[in-house]
């Protein structure tokens, strides 16, 4: 079982930056990718940013490229997300994921079989 606990989220003006946290235990065996998706009333669930364990390799989806980074630290075993230049349709809950093979990681739902309980992020004046 492997335990997700997100933090850093919060409420900011556009064009502002927060920097979420996801704290990272348990038996992380077979789970080769970690992530952040979001979910903004009346939309569907999408990803924003995936890391691959092994491979180091990082993904962002097209909405956040060039204002978000993702990052992993093995030491303190954490995944973040540098969220810069952030925009009202930023708005909505973000979760850590956590899931995928050694392969690659994806953008679906149905990939992650880990989830943590989210945290709010609001962009507004």
């Known amino acids: 079982q492997v335990q997700l606990v997100e933090s850093g989220g919060g409420s900011v003006q556009p064009g502002g930056s927060l920097r979420l946290s996801c704290a990272v235990s348990?038996?992380?065996?077979?789970?080769?990718?970690r992530g952040w998706f979001r979910q903004a009333p009346g939309k569907e669930r999408e990803g924003v940013a995936t890391?691959?364990?092994?491979?180091?390799?990082?993904s962002y989806a097209t909405s956040v490229k060039g204002r978000f980074i993702i990052s992993h630290d093995k030491n303190r075993n954490t995944l973040s997300l540098q969220m810069l230049d952030l925009k009202p349709e930023d708005t909505a809950m973000y979760y850590c994921?956590?899931?995928?093979?050694?392969?690659?990681?994806?953008?679906?739902?149905?990939?992650?079989?880990?989830w943590g309980q989210g945290t709010q992020v609001t962009v507004a004046s």
């Open positions: 994921v956590a899931g995928g093979t050694w392969k690659g990681c994806q953008f679906a739902v149905e990939e992650y079989s880990y």
């Open positions: 348990g038996d992380t065996t077979g789970t080769y990718c």
């Open positions: 890391y691959h364990t092994g491979g180091g390799v990082s």
